[in-house]
């Protein structure tokens, strides 16, 4: 049985349409990644999934239990744990107690310690700056904050929302090796969004390409890596903007 699988999701803003019925599965064990440009609905999709956001139709099924309409609090204590995008950390709270807040759903301090020895295994720094405050990180160093943070509940599936966004190529190579470990090693199921294709398509094993609402691609992330449309069209638009989104929809990839 998959760990997640959505079918048919349909989201809307007022009279928007975001979300046109999109479908995806995640299965157990596996990284995948859903690619897309600016404002192609990923985010939305991680919001809906956690319970923040209402879907019109369709459904989101966690290892056979349909979980759509249930409250977000709900959905973590299920094992679904997000990751928002834009890190935000609680800027005044130390990196300890950023740490606590993601093990609301636990009531027994020892499995929170064991909880806080993972993510400190995973992200040493956060022990090191454990009694600093949150805002006095580095962009880098507040990305696996929220990380350690999403951890703290042990989650099944950590939704990953452009983890990459606005670090240095460096930094990304860092978080998207410890991504790839926790994965490995805590056997944590992972979605990551992102719009940086490149380390997405290294980092995950399957990959979907979301288009303003719609998914237009399904593959293992070798296959799409080889495809010479993503290569000219979704791989080029990073260096060239706006553009290749454009050349994209004109070439008329739609399934
Ligand atoms: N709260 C909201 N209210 C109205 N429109 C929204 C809201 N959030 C996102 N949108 C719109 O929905 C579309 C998809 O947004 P989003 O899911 O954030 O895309 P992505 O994460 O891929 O950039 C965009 O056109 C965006 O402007
Ligand atoms: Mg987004």
Redesign the pocket.
């Known amino acids: 049985m998959a760990l997640l699988e959505v079918r048919n999701l349909e989201v809307s803003?007022?009279p928007?349409n975001?979300?046109k019925g999109i479908s995806f599965t995640i299965e157990k064990g596996q990284i995948i990644t859903i690619l897309?440009?600016?404002?192609?609905?990923?985010?939305?999709?991680?919001?809906t999934i956690s319970g923040l956001?209402e879907p019109e139709k369709g459904n989101i099924i966690l290892e056979g239990q349909e979980i759509k309409g249930f409250e977000p609090d709900r959905i973590v204590r299920l094992g679904i744990s997000h990751v928002p995008?834009g890190r935000e950390v609680f800027p005044d709270l130390s990196v300890y107690k950023n740490l606590l807040m993601g093990a609301f759903i636990n009531s027994d301090a020892r499995v929170v310690a064991e909880n806080l020895e993972m993510v400190y295994h995973y992200f040493p720094l956060l022990r090191d700056r454990s009694s600093q405050h949150a805002y006095t990180l580095s962009g880098g160093e507040q990305q696996m904050l929220v990380i350690g943070r999403a951890l703290m509940s042990k989650p099944k599936l950590l939704l990953l929302?452009?983890p990459s966004l606005g670090l240095s190529p460096k930094l990304i190579k860092t978080i998207f090796g410890i991504v790839r470990r926790i994965n490995e090693e805590e056997s944590t199921t992972i979605l990551l969004?992102e719009?940086n294709a490149r380390m997405a398509l290294e980092v995950a094993q399957h990959g979907y390409i979301?288009e303003?609402?719609r998914m237009v691609m399904d593959d293992t992330t070798e296959r799409l890596k080889q495809n010479e449309d993503v290569q000219e069209f979704y791989l080029g638009m990073q260096e060239h903007g706006i553009r290749g989104t454009r050349r994209w929809k004109k070439k008329k990839m739609w399934r």
Request: proline letters at 0%.
């Open positions: 803003y007022g928007v975001v979300l897309g440009a600016n404002g192609a609905g990923k985010t939305t999709t991680l919001r956001v995008e929302d452009e969004v719009q979301l303003v609402g």
